[in-house]
Nanobody
């Protein structure tokens, strides 16, 4: 069983930055890793994902502001979030699957096998 633990959430003013981290309990170097978020009353959405070769994909609303990265030596996934907006307020989740990101892709990430418990990000105007 793979465990994912997120950290780094918090409250910040609009325009500020946060860096989220996700540590994994198992070898995930060859896995697809991703960040999702869910705001109250809204569907879960993919924020960014990263393939095992470090190819990255972003949703349009975060492109240019967020950066996903992975440090396999530390078994850690990161999400650097800059120029935060109130619309970025949500619970952020780390997810992993033992196959390429593009395989069986769904907008909600239902195909991901492992999930963290989430870390709250709140952006005030």
């Amino acid at each position: 069983q793979v465990q994912l633990v997120e950290s780094g959430g918090g409250s910040v003013e609009a325009g500020g930055s946060l860096r989220l981290s996700c540590t994994t309990s198992a070898y995930t170097d060859n896995w697809c890793m991703a960040w999702f978020r869910q705001a109250p009353g809204k569907e879960r959405e993919n924020v960014a994902r990263i393939e095992r070769d470090s190819t990255t994909i972003y949703t349009d609303s975060t492109k240019g502001r967020f950066t996903i990265s992975r440090d396999n030596a530390k078994s850690t996934l990161y999400l650097q979030m800059n120029r935060l907006k109130p619309d970025d307020t949500a619970m952020y989740y780390c997810a992993a699957k033992a196959r390429p990101c593009w395989q069986n892709w769904t907008p909600r990430g239902d195909e991901y096998e492992y999930w963290g418990r989430g870390t709250q990000v709140t952006v005030s105007s």
